[in-house]
């Protein structure tokens, strides 16, 4: 059995689909970010950086439990265990771990700051705004002109790259796709095939429940929003250049 520590957040949701696509047991232990159960002592321990998911797989009764955290290395951990969603070549695993950290390193910071500066800081951040925009638009193109060449983002089959990639490529297109609906045609024809697939079907319902138990940002508590977003009291001072 894994226990998925978990809020209803892209990031989280990555995994949901590699359990469900790899028909592993688990069962889902809810964090509420906005209410700040990440920085919890006990999570943290689990989780230095103090941000979901982690996952703790007590698969093997005579061994300590294996314990980690950081969506990528979940993935990569979870292909490992069952020898499924990546490929064996190693001219074509080299290929996937490039798209793997492309989603870590790019897709997943830009797109969160953007969503950051459009959603949650008050007005008056039309630079950072535009700026990850910007970064956004560009990693859009980066993926359609991807899968102009490559039937999934990972290479030849469906794999742990297109799991990490799609969560936040769907949102962005729904959230860029009302003016722009004949934009990005192969990455919205990639967005439907794995939208149609039953693992995905489970993966969502399960995202559902757990966003069900998540406090609304609209509910949050100032305070727990100025500490998830590192403002107010929270924003801290070092010997580095002020702003
Ligand atoms: N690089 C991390 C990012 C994880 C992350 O940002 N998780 C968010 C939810 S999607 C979180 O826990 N946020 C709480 C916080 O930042 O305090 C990963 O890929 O696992």
């Known amino acids: 059995m894994i226990t998925v520590y978990a809020a209803s957040s892209p990031n989280v949701v990555k995994i949901l689909l590699a359990l469900e696509e790899m028909e592993l047991a688990y069962e889902v232990k ?3 970010v906005l209410a ?3 920085f919890e002592p006990d999570f943290r321990k689990l989780s230095p950086n103090a941000k979901v998911p982690v996952i703790v797989d007590h698969a093997d009764a005579q061994q300590e439990p ?3 955290f950081e969506s990528a290395a979940i993935l990569l951990y979870l292909a490992n265990k069952t020898g499924s969603f990546l ?3 190693e001219a074509s695993r080299l290929e996937e771990l490039q798209w793997l950290m492309i989603q870590v390193s790019s897709i997943g910071p830009m797109f969160g700051q ?12 039309d630079y950072a705004t535009a700026r990850y925009r910007t970064q956004v ?8 002109a991807r899968l102009a060449h490559s039937s999934w983002v990972g290479g030849a089959d469906y794999g742990i790259v297109d799991m990490a990639t799609f969560p936040w490529a ?3 297109l729904n959230l860029f796709g009302s003016n722009e609906e004949e934009n990005y045609p192969k990455l919205r024809e990639w967005v439907t095939r794995i939208a149609d697939r039953p693992a995905t079907a489970r993966a969502n319902a399960a995202t559902e429940a757990l966003a ?4 609304a940002p609209q509910d949050s508590q100032p305070e727990n929003l100025d500490r998830v977003f590192g403002r107010g009291v929270y924003a801290l001072q070092s010997s580095g250049p002020a702003g």
Do not use: I, K, W
Request: hydrophobic share 45%; no cysteine; net charge neutral.
């Open 36 to 38: 700040g159960a990440q």
């Open 212 to 215: 069900r138990q998540m406090t």
């Open 66 to 68: 294996v314990t980690v």
């Open 137 to 144: 638009v560009l990693l859009l193109d980066l993926l359609e």
């Open 30 to 32: 809810p964090v509420d």
């Open 87 to 89: 490929q064996r070549d």
């Open 170 to 172: 769907r949102s962005f």
């Open 114 to 125: 953007f969503m950051h500066f459009y959603r949650f800081a008050p007005s008056g951040n």
